[in-house]
T-cell receptor, first 115, second 112 residues
Framework: GAGVSQSPRYKVAKRGQDVALRCDPI?????LFWYQQALGQGPEFLTY????????KSGLPSDRFFAERPEGSVSTLKIQRTQQEDSAVYLC?????????????FGPGTRLTVT | SQQGEEDPQALSIQEGENATMNCSYK?????LQWYRQNSGRGLVHLIL?????REKHSGRLRVTLDTSKKSSSLLITASRAADTASYFC????????????FGKGTMLLVSP
């Protein structure tokens, strides 16, 4: 079946622009995660949704970052007034259920470059 | 912040050889997972080992966990060129859901 998809795959934004990154999780997956991966580093957690509820946003680096999942499926990560330090790959992952023994399935990521 | 630290940062071997990567972490965990990332397939889950397990096998992969030393190792036996990728360990928090904390990764190059 279809995996996690993300769009766009690549995004170039001028500093100060707003961007919106989309994630389509695997159908029926309850949990959805966003991670940020800087060049040469491992992914770092941003935020977590259980269905439509955002239960953990402790990893969002600033109030310029906002995520939503209004109907419990598709999620959007929005970054306002982008800065150069926001340049990274943004990964979305979903898992079937809650609990920490469920495998997370990752999308291909969106590579954001802020110029 | 990164929880785990993989060692070595980079590893270069020939096809058929074994590759061993190590991971150390800082806080108590419920489980530890290993992921592989390459440009072709993105980030893919390999294996999960729970905190009450000491060793686990999956195909050519063998994972060990030593909670007293807060460390884990991933052994890939009879490596293939297709194993070339970055390998990350990731730990799950003690919570009702698993937000993974990844290390910086080991970059493995397997030459034909």
């Amino acid at each position: 079946g279809a995996g996690v998809s993300q769009s766009p795959r690549y995004k170039v934004a001028k500093r100060g622009q707003d961007v919106a990154l989309r994630c389509d999780p695997i159908s029926g997956h309850v949990s959805l995660f966003w991670y940020q991966q800087a060049l040469g580093q491992g992914p770092e957690f941003l935020t977590y949704f259980q269905n439509e509820a955002q239960l953990d946003k402790s990893g969002l680096p600033s109030d310029r970052f906002f995520a939503e999942r209004p109907e419990g499926s598709v999620s959007t990560l929005k970054i306002q007034r982008t800065q150069q330090e926001d340049s990274a790959v943004y990964l979305c992952a979903s898992s079937l259920s809650t609990g920490d023994s469920y495998e997370q399935y990752f999308g291909p990521g969106t590579r954001l470059t802020v110029t | 912040s990164q929880q785990g630290e993989e060692d070595p940062q980079a590893l270069s071997i020939q096809e058929g050889e074994n590759a061993t990567m190590n991971c150390s972490y800082k806080t108590s965990i419920n489980n530890l997972q290993w992921y592989r990332q390459n440009s072709g397939r993105g980030l893919v889950h390999l294996i999960l080992i729970r905190s009450n397990e000491r060793e686990k096998h999956s195909g050519r992969l063998r994972v060990t966990l030593d909670t007293s030393k807060k460390s884990s190792s991933l052994l890939i036996t009879a490596s293939r060129a297709a194993d070339t990728a970055s390998y990350f360990c990731a730990t799950g928090k003690n919570s009702g859901y698993s937000t993974l904390t990844f290390g910086k990764g080991t970059m493995l190059l397997v030459s034909p």
